[in-house]
T-cell receptor, first 107, second 117 residues
């Protein structure tokens, strides 16, 4: 199956800082999405981003399908951004989630 | 409804008992998905439904697990003769359609935390 690396695995930021999270894939993927799992376990859909760039407030995402990676940008981070960020994609009949990046934003 | 709902939110059961977990998808969503997240682990895909049909059940961990969906809406995940390794958060998601398009965008419920003693 497709191998994915999410980097960094862990990230600690001071409130107000910017960050870039990355997913690298071993092959092209379909239906790429980014999710945020908050500290209470709720998974929140951030972006459906099979290609191109999208922005939503302080967050934006870019997928370069030909280069097999996707980036999630968080600007002016807030403590509520803490949690785990997953990229996910469709692999045949299955959906696969990457290992995640655990983000802690300190006040 | 406004979002995906799941019940119960928490379930504690004894080893060997059967449990049923329920998922109510977003109204109008024809595709429904079940995932499992063990403590500190990533998400494991279990099964999906297109309407009432589950084309591929190979993601279910064992034959003690089964799932059904009726009326193209509510889905039930049943675990028979529960084992301690079944302890996890079971998450349900729905999407407008199944396919290679934005209709495949998934929205998650709050999950059911299952603890098998």
């Amino acid at each position: 199956g497709i191998q994915v690396e999410q980097s960094p695995p862990d990230l600690i930021l001071q409130e107000g800082a910017n960050s870039t999270l990355r997913c690298n894939f071993s092959d092209s993927v379909n239906n790429l999405q980014w999710f945020h799992q908050n500290p209470w376990g709720q998974l929140i859909n951030l972006f459906y981003i099979p290609s191109g760039t999208k922005q939503n407030g302080r967050l934006s995402a870019t997928t370069v399908a030909t280069e097999r990676y996707s980036l999630l940008y968080i600007s002016s981070s807030q403590t509520t951004d803490s949690g785990v960020y997953f990229c996910a994609w469709r692999d045949g009949q299955n959906f696969v989630f990457g290992p995640g990046t655990r983000l802690s934003v300190l006040p | 409804g406004a979002g995906v709902s799941q019940s119960p939110s928490n379930k504690v059961t004894e080893k060997g008992k059967d449990v049923e977990l329920r998922c109510d998808p977003i109204s109008g969503h024809t595709a429904l998905y079940w995932y499992r997240q063990s403590l500190g682990q990533g998400l494991e895909f279990l099964i999906y439904f297109q309407g009432n049909s589950a084309p591929d059940k190979s993601g279910l961990p064992s034959d003690r697990f089964s799932a059904e969906r009726t009326g193209g809406s509510v889905s039930t995940l049943t675990i028979q003769r529960t084992q301690q390794e079944d302890s996890a958060v079971y998450l349900c998601a729905s999407s407008l359609r199944w396919g290679y398009s934005s209709y495949n965008e998934q929205f998650f419920g709050p999950g059911t935390r299952l603890t098998v003693l």
